[in-house]
Every structure is written in structure tokens, then in C-alpha cells.
T-cell receptor, first 117, second 109 residues
């Protein structure tokens, strides 16, 4: 148990559906991340939040909409997705964002396996 | 382009053998981290090595860092079937972590 919980673990949705992925961390961390992991592709950073403020958006399509109501919770709202969006979506948290070593160690959830039909 | 690149992409060994994975990167870093991922699960942090360190140990893991060659290696000694997983290096620059493509290790019993 890493202290980062993602729900649901599996999600199947149609291209016209709206769904949300949830991430919760119990580590007292200030930074949270969304990653996309597709087969045979490197881990892709999508969004970064630090102290509830978005600090990074890696040119993610607007059909993915993140929300960070507090430092412990992170959501990824999904709408009108495409089949190529099928992937494992990973949430992570770290104590902080900065050059100091141990503070940027990331703790990952188990992921949500998303299938878009 | 990708900051950290691992090689080999895949490695298959017998239980008890040592496994070595390499990571190369392109720019100066603050630190380098190694993570492990079991199939379909999240990544788990293994070890962090700072840019002013050359070697670190943790149990059966040994990590080296050569900043002049911009490369790192992860050695797993006396491998076990349970070590079967993907291993990723992550380079950290100004607080931003960039993950490599990973090495898939299979340890046969």
C-alpha cells in the first residue's frame, strides 16, 4: 500500500460518456500528478498540481479536464474520449516539487485501466 | 527528446543470476531515481542517487551514477522470480521528473 488510492481500478466507457477518475493520497504531500501509460510508449506526464495550483499541462487535449480541490484529492474528468485514449492512468504524489532529492520521490497509485469503445 | 533511456529494453535471466540495467540521459541532473512496476500496477520507488554521489546500495540493489558519461546502472544481485517487473529510471531536473521507456526484466525460476 503506497498511500495513494485510485478509483475505479477499471473503467469501460463509450466515446460519448462522461466519467471521472479519482485519486486520493494520505501522505500529507503537496504535489500530485496524472500520467498516461499506453502499451509500448513511455510514461507520459499529463498534469502537475502543487499546493492545489496547476503547474504543468503537457499539451493535453481538452477532453481531459483535471481538478484539484485540495492537496489530498485529484480528479481527472473525461468526456468525448477517443479509442486511442485507452490506457493505464496513473496518479502520483510527492512531498514537494523542487531540486532537493527526497522531496520529489513520487508515490504512485495502482492506476485506472481505461478502455474507450 | 526523452531525458532518460534505458537499455536493454528487455532482459531475461535465470533465478540467482545478476541483472544489470542501464540508463542514459542528455542534460545535467539534480538526481536520478529508479522505480519498479509490476504488470498493470503503479510504479514503486526503489532508490535515489544524487548528482554528487557515485554509488548507492539498498539490499540486493546497487546503483551507480557516472555524470561524466551521463549514465546510471541498476544492478540486482541474486535475482528472484519475484523481481520480474519493469524498471524505470527517472531523471530530475529543477524538480521535474522525466521517466525513461523502461527495461522489462523476466526472472525464470
Amino acid at each position: 500500500e503506497t498511500g495513494v488510492t485510485q478509483t475505479p481500478r477499471h473503467l469501460v466507457m463509450g466515446m460519448t460518456n462522461k466519467k471521472s477518475l479519482k485519486c486520493e493520497q494520505h501522505l500529507g504531500h503537496n504535489a500530485m500528478y496524472w500520467y498516461k501509460q499506453s502499451a509500448k510508449k513511455p510514461l507520459e506526464l499529463m498534469f502537475v498540481y502543487n499546493f492545489k495550483e496547476q503547474t504543468e499541462n503537457n499539451s493535453v487535449p481538452s477532453r481531459f479536464s483535471p481538478e484539484c480541490p485540495n492537496s489530498s484529492h485529484l480528479f481527472l474528468h473525461l468526456h468525448t474520449l477517443q479509442p486511442e485514449d485507452s490506457a493505464l492512468y496513473l496518479c502520483a504524489s510527492s512531498q514537494d516539487i523542487g531540486p532537493a532529492g527526497a522531496k520529489n520521490i513520487q508515490y504512485f497509485g495502482a492506476g485506472t485501466r481505461l478502455s474507450v469503445l | 527528446s526523452q531525458q532518460g533511456e534505458e537499455d536493454p529494453q528487455a532482459l531475461s535471466i535465470q533465478e540467482g543470476e545478476n541483472a544489470t540495467m542501464n540508463c542514459s540521459y542528455k542534460t545535467s541532473i539534480n538526481n536520478l531515481q529508479w522505480y519498479r512496476q509490476n504488470s498493470g500496477r503503479g510504479l514503486v520507488h526503489l532508490i535515489l542517487i544524487r548528482s554528487n554521489e557515485r554509488e548507492k546500495h539498498s539490499g540486493r540493489l546497487r546503483v551507480t551514477l557516472d555524470t561524466s558519461k551521463k549514465s546510471s546502472s541498476l544492478l540486482i544481485t541474486a535475482s528472484r522470480a519475484a523481481d520480474t517487473a519493469s524498471y524505470f529510471c527517472a531523471t530530475v531536473v529543477a524538480g521535474k521528473s522525466t521517466f525513461g521507456d523502461g527495461t522489462t526484466l523476466t526472472v525464470k525460476p
